[in-house]
């Protein structure tokens, strides 16, 4: 059986790596002439800057995956480090497990008021609900509108680089939707769970891109054959089989998956009609990403960074203290800052500018001698409406049956470990789906 999987991103490579093994000839088709998508590592003076993703969220599969490509002894952890947040023109530090709105954290934390801390503990009383929501409909309705202006929009929503009004929680955020509806509080969950979840996140101390790099050797000698520069134009059937057009030539496969953007698939399976809406319903923002290196001693006693809550009225979004939290990957002799911006058009001299004059107004300090590196990550953060997973199934169970496959950031969550994930769990998809039709072939 021949497979085709469009996208070189880590999504595609994943498939093609869990694959490997089930199908006779399998094909990547790469638009750009690298492989990796949003994933990229910049050595600029002995220090890798990771211009897309600088982490990768731990779990057990991802953790396997790492190590089956002999990656375990590259393996860093972030130096600890409180969030913090601009908010009313202060710094509020919170404890890490505030990310997954751990309401002792929450008590314990000095910057929440009596009134919300006392609305917490009522918690426990109030109504679950089943439908999808927004992301700042759900904190305000179990926590209060201050906990979503303080850690839900500067934090969590920020994850995906979008206003919490309109993310949907489902999709976003699934985990707190099931705290809610197995254990009805997340008093209750936080005062029951013994587990405390350390060095959440992990990093690739000879960059990101090593990850790329690996995998792409394993496809290599696997036999999975990578065509770069093949841009994929149309897909439609023909005789039973899935014709796949490029920029080049044109191919037959039994099945393929495309691990590419959503409004991407829109204009390659037009063919198939009116289902193709679905693709165009997840919107897309991008956004600025600067680095500022100097070997200037910055008095910023703010851990690894801090998120700017929108109340601000900012162009920064946020900014990781890049040397403070991946020392590994940085000389010493050099702070080195990394600026998320609001994704406006800008020109280079313009970012440079607003990030003097920013972090001078913010925390007077005034930048003078130091390089900077910008680099525009363009569609970068899908934004998932309500509703959202009722339209991907939708989706998926309609193009399934013409043995078309999505996985990616525009279906099931953004992120490196949630691309490997999805790929892994379409591998076990894929496999009952064939012994099923050899099953049915034999009757």
């Excluded at 999808?132 to 920020?158: C, H, M, V, W």
């Excluded at 809406?277 to 290196?293: D, R």
């Excluded at 050099?334 to 920013?358: H, Y």
Aim: net charge positive.
């Amino acid at each position: 059986m021949k497979l085709a999987i469009v996208g070189g991103g880590i999504s595609g490579l994943s498939a093609g790596y869990f694959l490997s093994d089930i199908f006779d000839e399998i094909f990547i088709f790469e638009s750009e002439n690298e492989l990796g998508g949003k994933i990229k590592t910049l050595n600029f003076k002995n220090n890798l800057l990771e211009l897309g993703p600088d982490s990768i969220l731990n779990s057990f599969q991802v953790e396997k995956f790492i190590f089956d490509l002999n990656l375990e002894n590259e393996i860093i952890f972030p130096n600890y480090s409180k969030i913090n947040v601009l908010y009313n023109n202060k710094i509020l530090a919170f404890e890490s497990e505030i990310v997954s709105l751990n309401p002792i954290s929450i008590l314990k934390s000095k910057d929440i008021s009596i009134k919300s801390k006392i609305n917490l503990l009522f918690e426990l009383f109030k109504k679950s609900a089943e439908n999808d929501e927004s992301l700042e409909e759900f904190i305000t309705r179990r926590f209060g509108k201050e906990i979503f202006l303080k850690i839900g929009q500067p934090i969590l929503a920020n994850i995906y680089n979008t206003d919490g009004k309109e993310l949907s929680v489902l999709s976003a955020f699934e985990n707190l939707k099931m705290i809610e509806k197995n254990y009805k509080s997340f008093l209750k969950f936080a005062l029951l769970s013994k587990l405390k979840r350390r060095n959440m996140f992990f990093s690739i101390k000879s960059g990101m891109d090593k990850i790329v790099k690996k995998l792409s050797d394993e496809l290599i000698k696997r036999n999975v054959k990578i065509l770069f520069g093949s841009k994929v134009i149309k897909i439609s059937k023909f005789n039973g089989k899935i014709k796949v057009f490029t920029n080049f030539s044109s191919y037959e496969f039994d099945k393929v998956i495309l691990a590419i953007p959503s409004f991407i698939c829109y204009d390659i399976l037009k063919d198939f009609g009116d289902i193709c809406e679905l693709f165009l319903k997840t919107k897309w923002t991008s956004t600025i990403t600067s680095y500022i290196i100097t070997k200037e001693h910055l008095k910023l006693d703010l851990g690894n960074g801090f998120l700017v809550s929108p109340l601000e009225n900012l162009n920064i979004k946020g900014c990781t203290i890049y040397s403070n939290k991946w020392p590994q990957k940085v000389s010493n002799e050099f702070a080195i800052l990394r600026f998320f911006l609001k994704d406006r058009p800008f020109k280079e001299d313009e970012i440079k500018d607003i990030i003097i004059s920013e972090m001078d107004k913010i925390f007077n300090i005034k930048l003078k001698n130091f390089e900077i590196i910008n680099y525009r990550w363009e569609n970068s953060f899908p934004q998932y409406p309500i509703n959202h997973k009722e339209n991907v199934k939708m989706m998926k169970e309609f193009f399934k049956n013409e043995n078309i496959y999505f996985i990616g950031s525009s279906y099931d969550g953004v992120g490196i470990s949630s691309c490997i994930n999805q790929a892994f769990k379409l591998r076990n998809e894929i496999n009952e789906t064939i012994k099923a039709e050899g099953l049915k072939n034999q009757l």
